[in-house]
């Protein structure tokens, strides 16, 4: 007579049930069969679905702007062209996140080669379109924030801005920006001391740092007391 303790095994021929679709994955699913489709029916859903991703990003990574929409803009002709290449409905994030880096990283380059940096007259428009924050102090210490981090070598602002403050994993980020994961590491260690060191030589910058540290937990020493300041 069997054991009825021990439970049957399961048929070889069943497969493991996989585990349901998280509402991101199942949108995403859907979008991607949609391209798939053809016609142009997705790229509303698209638009949707992914403009406060590419916002949020290209806002994080080049400060408050006045010609945010135009990026944007930008980000989406190149996807709504571009997107019958994803290959996989797990893909589609990363190919937005993608795109909108490159956007941001040819926007950088175009500042640098044009010296596209203004002092008091931009700081005075900017301050009226920093978004989503109530503390005065904090505006203000995002806006020299920002204009620090245009001082850093392109790539290693786009690793900073999407690890630090985009809390992308590294793995993530390397897949976004191209890059092997050591080159990755190796950029953010760069952009964090370079940082830190421009921190501590603003005073506004420090002391904002030191406040938001008494009332926070500390950071990770990977991810570096700035990231508090956003």
Same mark, same amino acid.
């Given at each position: ?13 069943? =497969? ?19 391209? *798939? ?11 949707? *679905? ?134 990755? =590491? ?40 700035? =990231?508090?300041?956003?």
């Amino acid at each position: 007579m069997r054991d009825l303790s021990t439970p049957n095994p399961r048929p070889a021929h069943l =497969k493991p049930v996989p585990p349901p679709l998280s509402l991101g994955d199942s949108a995403d699913a859907r979008l991607f069969s949609m391209i *798939q489709e053809g016609g142009t029916a997705w790229q509303r859903l698209a638009y949707d *679905q992914y403009f406060p991703l590419v916002k949020g990003l290209i806002i994080r990574s080049l400060g408050p702007m006045a010609d945010a929409e135009d990026l944007i803009a930008d980000v989406f002709v190149g996807f709504f062209e571009s997107a019958s290449n994803i290959r996989s409905p797990t893909r589609v994030r990363s190919y937005v996140v993608s795109i909108t880096m490159n956007v941001v990283r040819r926007e950088l380059r175009r500042r640098r080669r044009r010296r596209f940096f203004s002092l008091v007259e931009e700081e005075k428009r900017a301050v009226d379109r920093v978004p989503s924050t109530d503390d005065p102090k904090a505006k203000v210490a995002l806006l020299h924030l920002s204009r620090i981090l245009s001082t850093l070598n392109p790539d290693d602002h786009l690793v900073f801005a999407l690890h630090v403050l985009e809390d992308m994993n590294l793995e993530d980020v390397a897949q976004a920006l191209d890059m092997s994961l050591s080159t990755v =590491k190796r950029r953010l260690r760069r952009a964090n001391e370079r940082l830190l060191r421009r921190v501590s030589q603003n005073p506004l910058l420090s002391d904002y740092v030191r406040d938001k540290g008494e009332r926070d937990e500390a950071l990770s020493a990977e991810d570096g007391p700035l =990231k508090e300041v956003l």
